[in-house]
């Protein structure tokens, strides 16, 4: 069965669940971007201690997204929410290009996706499916395009 009649299936399923992982550095728009998933005010936002999950309803899809803190003393125990994860989405302060070592805000100074891309090695992962998607997580700019690619090309039902 291909691809395009498993997405056909699960659009016609509304309980096919998707599980988001958000990582990435302390600072980088993590919470504020799943705030703004869940239409939630973003204007007060404080650093994630532990984490923080969410589940929230996104073409034909429940998405429980959960949100890691990224201080370096958490970074450690990322692994241990791979699991049945489906999508791992990692949020990246394109303006803090000091940053971009440890991995790297949306401002004007933000990097382009080829520059990112680059940074990251991305042109090396071949096994698996990828998207650099340019957003904002306090106005929201892009974030809608970033989840309909996600619900288009990596929503895949779980084995």
Not at 62 to 75: A, E, H, P, S, Y
Not at 93 to 101: A, G, H, L, N, V
Request: proline residues 3%; contains cysteine; aromatic residues 6%.
């Amino acid at each position: 069965m291909g691809l395009l009649s498993i997405l056909r299936r699960l659009k016609h399923s509304p309980d096919q669940e998707v599980r988001l992982l958000l990582l990435g550095l302390d600072n980088a728009g993590k919470t504020t971007l799943l705030k703004q998933l869940a239409s939630e005010d973003v204007s007060h936002i404080t650093p994630t201690q532990g984490f923080n999950i969410k589940s929230m309803q996104s073409q034909g899809f429940k998405l429980n997204v959960w949100d890691i803190g990224g201080q370096r003393k958490i970074r450690p125990y990322w692994r241990n929410y791979f699991e049945n994860t489906d999508v791992l989405i990692y949020v990246i302060d394109s303006s803090d290009r000091k940053r971009f070592e440890e991995t790297g805000q949306d401002l004007m100074t933000a990097a382009p996706a080829s520059e990112l891309a680059e940074g990251l090695n991305l042109h090396t992962i071949r096994d698996r499916v990828w998207q650099i998607q340019a957003c904002s997580a306090i106005t929201a700019e892009g974030v809608q395009d970033g989840m309909t690619w996600v619900c288009k090309n990596i929503a895949v039902p779980k084995k």
